[in-house]
């Protein structure tokens, strides 16, 4: 059964950093795409970014909104994918979901149940 | 950016009945779309991918279709549990990007 639980959301300042991970199981990280979506509160559903799978060498792509703030990394000995967020804004106050594709295609499959990051002073 | 429109952004349906959202997206993005149901609290569910695959699991009653720019998801006969927000989805090329959802309502 695959698996996703994100962790590392809290509290952070404006202009902080947190990291968020999440613990993959139940399938091969390395086979597949890797994305991060966000729900700010009473929101829809903003798409982050994304790791490809190691047949295409792990490379990532980025919504202009956190594209050289975010950096999505992945570590598949430890099956772990990582959301890196810097210069944080009270506007990227949001659940961020870990997804997986789906598997025939690349959009999000597997969602894991969220993690609440809050930006404010 | 692609962008994708919804409509309706809501809508109060009755048990029984059948529903139709669309998406369109402002330019062509082959058959590179899906469809997510989403309950309060709760992560998105993937029901339609390849905007007419089935996902595993998901009921029958659900079904998309469309290429191009337009898509339609279709809910033939609702359940009491169908009653959520829904999203399309492009992938075609990136960003990705998501319509703003469509709340269906009792």
């Known amino acids: 059964e695959v698996q996703l639980v994100e962790s590392g959301g809290g509290l952070v300042q404006p202009g902080g950093s947190l990291r968020l991970s999440c613990a993959a199981s139940?399938?091969?990280?390395?086979?597949?795409?890797m994305h991060w979506v966000r729900q700010a509160p009473g929101k829809g559903l903003e798409w982050v970014g994304l790791?490809?799978?190691?047949?295409?060498?792990?490379?990532?792509e980025y919504a202009a909104s956190v594209k050289g703030r975010f950096t999505i990394s992945r570590d598949d000995v430890k099956n772990s994918l990582f959301l890196q967020m810097s210069s944080l804004k009270i506007e990227d106050t949001a659940v961020y979901y870990c997804?997986?594709?789906?598997?025939?295609?690349?959009?999000?499959?597997?969602w894991g149940q969220g993690t609440l990051v809050t930006v404010s002073s | 950016a692609i962008q994708m429109t919804q409509s309706p952004s809501s809508l109060s349906a009755s048990v029984g009945d059948r529903v139709t959202i669309t998406c369109r997206a402002s330019?062509?993005?082959?058959?590179?779309l899906g469809w997510y149901q989403q309950k309060p609290g709760k992560a998105p569910k993937l029901l339609i991918y390849?905007?007419?695959s089935l996902q595993s699991g998901v009921p029958l009653r659900f079904s998309g279709s469309g290429s191009g720019t337009d898509f339609t998801l279709t809910i033939s006969s609702l359940q009491p549990e169908d009653f959520a927000t829904y999203y399309c989805?492009?992938?075609?090329?990136?960003?990705?990007?998501f319509g703003q959802g469509t709340k269906l309502e009792i």
């Open positions: 989805l492009q992938d075609y090329n990136y960003p990705v990007t």
């Open positions: 790791t490809r799978n190691k047949a295409y060498s792990y490379t990532t």
């Open positions: 139940g399938f091969t990280l390395s086979d597949h795409y």
């Open positions: 330019q062509g993005v082959r058959n590179d």
């Open positions: 390849a905007a007419s």
């Open positions: 997804t997986r594709d789906q598997g025939v295609v690349g959009v999000p499959g597997a």
